[in-house]
């Protein structure tokens, strides 16, 4: 929550218990404490912007300044309810705030931001009617920079399409997320890169199942403060929110074709079709005049690494399979679709868990992943992260506030908290993919050590049960 907005929130609030339990003391000076905090709301809405969080507390400064009624002893009890039940809507609204707080960073390095909106012209855009639409893959890359300060240019918005929010984004009404784009990513737009004796190693970051890449801006950054320039994707048409290179602002459209019973068609497709984007992105790394100066030259595109959660851990690794430039790939928390589990993985995987006791993983999460690490040829690593569910990977979380946030646990779980969790899986992260991108082996299982209730370590292959 921005300072504006709490120190609004605590004016109502203060104005509201002064009607409510003691109206008949100084009722001229409340009405004139009133008026400022009128001209507060003001200069809170110009400075802010204008979110439906916010008209309980306008709707409460408002009655906060009338006098109360001369009526029975019921009705008078009934107005009190009402009144309290406004303030209860104003304070609900803090546990889920207009404009959230994530923690900064945690690693070495200062973390920079740019964003790339490339359109594939060899492909076709499948989730629309149109032949000539062609295919768009949207990046952000987050790297390590220097010293974080004022860099000339305008902060970037935290999520696409700040103003023109579809109706609904990953489930969440849009118009919830009208500030999502005042959010703070402690990430300076188009900052130095920091320097290094050798070009940075890449990521490339796939989003779990209609999530925009801007959920996992927490974890993406930290990692970039680790040493790797992470390119977080946008999958359209299947990302929550996602604005294409001609500046239209798009919503998910999922293509179940008629005789199909189910969507596991529709996501053999659309992990195919994420897998091709990755590639695709790959392709533009290798081209020097895709990127901007300050990248151009300074990160190794050559060979990267593929990482994604949920859904987009399945698309690393398809990925993996398909493209020998991806040199390692890890999976958090996703399920493999259609043959991928039959597939022999020939270079590095890291498989990061939820909790099973909090995240109800099925068969086939289990038994995929299972059969994928029993048949690698390669180093294959698997960790499971207690008292972490599902969500814990994301910025999701960080949308409560510290009270919400906690009761958000004690329904889905995730006692760990993501700010816990994201450090962990960004070490973990770095430690497994230090020697296939830099070279430079690190110790998976001292870093998985360091924290507690981690449970793995190397699985041998063809010795995995699954």
Known sequence: ??????????????????????????????????????????????????????????????????????????????????????????????????????????????????????????????????????????????????????????????????????????????????????????????????GGERPWPVVIFSPGYGAPRAAYTGLATRLASRGFAVFALDHPYEAGVTELPDGRVVGTREIVLPGERDKIPYMIREQARRAADICFVIDRLARPEALSPRLRGRIDGSKVAVIGHSFGGAAAIAALGEDSRVVAAANIDGTPYGDLTARKLARPFLLIESDPAETPHGDQFVEGNGRLLANMSAPGFRYEIGHANHYSFTDLPFFFAPPGRWLLAQAIGGERGPAETQQATADLLAAFLAGPLTGKAADLAATAARYRDIRGGRVSPRRQSG
């Open 1 to 194: 929550m921005l300072l504006p907005d709490t120190i609004l929130l605590a004016a109502v609030l203060a104005l509201a218990a002064w009607r409510l339990f003691v109206p008949a003391w100084r009722p001229r000076l409340r009405i004139a404490a009133a008026g400022l905090a009128v001209l507060l709301a003001g200069g809170q809405w110009i400075l802010c912007g204008f979110t439906w969080q916010d008209v309980p507390a306008y709707i409460l400064l408002g009655l906060s300044a009338l006098p109360p009624p001369k009526t029975g002893a019921v009705l008078r009890w009934l107005g009190r309810l009402g009144f309290a039940t406004i303030a209860a809507a104003c304070v609900g609204v803090w546990i889920m705030p207009a404009v959230p707080a994530l923690p900064p960073p945690d690693g070495g390095y200062a973390v920079g931001t740019e964003i790339y909106r490339w359109t594939d012209f060899s492909r076709d855009e499948p989730h629309t009617a149109d032949p000539a639409d062609r295919r768009a893959v949207i990046a952000q890359v987050w790297y390590p920079a220097k010293q974080r300060g004022p860099t000339g240019g305008a902060r970037l918005p935290y999520i696409d399409g700040t103003g023109r929010m579809p109706a609904t984004v990953s489930g969440l009404p849009g118009f919830l997320l009208a500030r999502y784009g005042q959010i703070d990513s402690h990430a300076a737009p188009r900052a130095p890169l920091a």
